[in-house]
């Protein structure tokens, strides 16, 4: 019965002895808790409970890691070959370089060549797994079973206190005492997916700082005059140059019934702010009007949309001639008016009046302020044992597979201390 009821008691721990020991010893439930089961935080419960430390990760979502299985298509993109602290924002971009130099892309490659998953490089140093992203996931809950670490998941969490010296955690199996605890929980973004705002409360409740949060990687919106224009070409995509104040992306931009997307647009609203202009080049790395010139000089019939069809896609430049108001014959157009089309092509102003938020965003810029917390471990410098990893924290990276980098990173980082 003694036992039954220890085993009850202490539900993370299997064997007898485990429990006559802990008995004996009064220990706290567990050396490491972990709030959050996505990327970060079996990452950070690996590396811990590698290290011997009795873990516990806990996850409000019926399943661990959702946004690994959706990512990348699908696909993961789990990493980059590029890693580099410019490919990161918040208020201090510099905070994310210890974890991201101590535990590197070279890293998680070298774990996933030992877990047999595949992988291959797409463009821009992306790495995508060749298989389904559910192999990472498989791949991450079963090192951490491994490992000894223990996955609750369809557990609420609530209130996270100071207890002696470690720290009670209230869930709906009871409060768990912990002697330290890594908040993993994510930022906001898509909600259906799990994402709570929790970890921001939690480093609030302890009085640490929390920098603005907004939407990022997320496809902007328009006015209804701007989508008028924008929606008949719903489905065209443009190899563009995306640019807003210093800032630019070369990538592909997508036309959406809702405005515009694509990985270029995506990219630049992380930069992007409410009242700002931004300036798409739909033709990068052509001369816009040398083309068209050379198109006239060929003489025929030929009109505005041929010509612009070697720049841009045909029913983009079907769309740009209608919009123009120019007819007739190419030959026949002013060489200054065909000078005035390519310029308006290469710097075609845009006023998003928003982004589709939340809903679709792929993380949340800012979080729990890089002032407050170690750049080697991620521990609270105020209050030590309390730690905080991955997209909750002031660190959001650039499209394709920055984020989960940093993720893994800091969750190392964590997970060697705690
Ligand atoms: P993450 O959000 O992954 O995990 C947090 C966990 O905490 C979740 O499991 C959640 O259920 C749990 N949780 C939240 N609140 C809780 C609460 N109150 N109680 C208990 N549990 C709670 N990045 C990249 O590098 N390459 C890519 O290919 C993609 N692709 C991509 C696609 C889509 C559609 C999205 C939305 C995002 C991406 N990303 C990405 C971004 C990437 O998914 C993101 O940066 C990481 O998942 C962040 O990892 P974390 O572990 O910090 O949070």
């Known amino acids: 019965t003694v036992r039954r009821c220890l085993a009850k008691r202490f539900p993370g721990r299997k064997g007898e002895d485990a429990i006559f020991r802990r008995l004996l010893e009064d220990e706290l439930d567990w050396d490491v808790m972990v709030l959050g089961a996505g990327a970060a935080g079996l990452f950070a419960g690996i590396e811990a409970a590698r290290r011997g430390r009795r873990v516990l990760v806990v996850d409000h979502a019926a399943k661990p890691a959702e946004k690994i299985r959706i990512s990348g298509g699908g696909r993961c993109n789990f990493t980059n070959l ?3 602290a410019d490919r990161y924002l918040g208020r201090n971009p510099r905070f994310a370089l ?8 070279w890293d998680f490659i070298a774990r996933m060549d030992a877990a047999g998953i595949a992988w291959h490089e797409k463009t821009l140093g992306q790495l995508f797994c060749d298989g389904p992203a559910t192999q990472v996931v498989d791949w991450l809950t079963g090192d951490l079973a491994a490992v000894g670490g223990t996955l609750w998941t369809g557990c609420s969490l609530g209130a996270v206190a100071r207890q002696g010296n470690g ?3 209230e869930t709906d199996r009871g409060v768990q005492e912990a002697a330290a605890v890594i908040v993993a929980t994510g930022g906001k973004s898509i909600p259906k997916m799990g994402a709570s705002g929790y970890g921001y409360r939690v480093a609030e409740s302890f009085s640490l700082a929390v920098t603005e949060t907004r939407p990022a990687l997320v496809p902007l919106t328009f006015a209804e005059q701007e989508l008028v224009w924008l929606k008949p070409l719903a489905g065209v995509a443009v190899q563009g140059r995306v640019s807003c104040g210093k800032t630019g992306f070369d990538e592909a931009v997508l036309f959406t019934h809702r405005g515009l997307s694509g990985p270029a647009i995506l990219q630049i609203s992380s930069y992007w702010r409410e009242g700002q202009a931004i300036s798409v080049n739909l033709c990068p790395g052509q001369d816009g009007a040398a083309v068209l010139r050379a198109a006239k000089a060929s003489g025929g019939k030929g009109h505005l949309a041929g010509a612009l069809a070697r720049l841009v896609p045909e029913r ?3 769309h740009l001639a209608e919009a123009s108001g120019l007819s007739g014959p190419l030959a026949e157009m002013p060489g200054a008016v065909l000078d005035r ?5 290469a710097d075609w102003r845009l006023m998003p009046v928003g982004s589709e938020g939340y809903r679709t965003a792929e993380v949340t810029l800012g979080g729990v302020d890089t002032d407050g917390l170690d750049a080697r471990t991620m521990e609270a410098k105020a209050v030590p044992g309390l730690y905080f990893v991955g997209e909750v924290v002031d660190v959001t990276g650039w499209l394709g597979g920055y984020n989960f980098q940093w993720a893994w990173s800091s969750g190392w980082a964590a997970g060697q201390v705690a």
């Not at 210890?98 to 892309?105: D, Y």
């Not at 089309?341 to 092509?345: I, K, T, Y």
């Open 341 to 345: 089309v390519a310029a308006g092509l």
């Open 98 to 105: 210890s974890a991201l130099k101590r535990f590197t892309q």
């Open 82 to 84: 590029e890693i580099s």
């Open 316 to 318: 983009l430049a079907r």
């Open 167 to 169: 720290f009670a955690v």
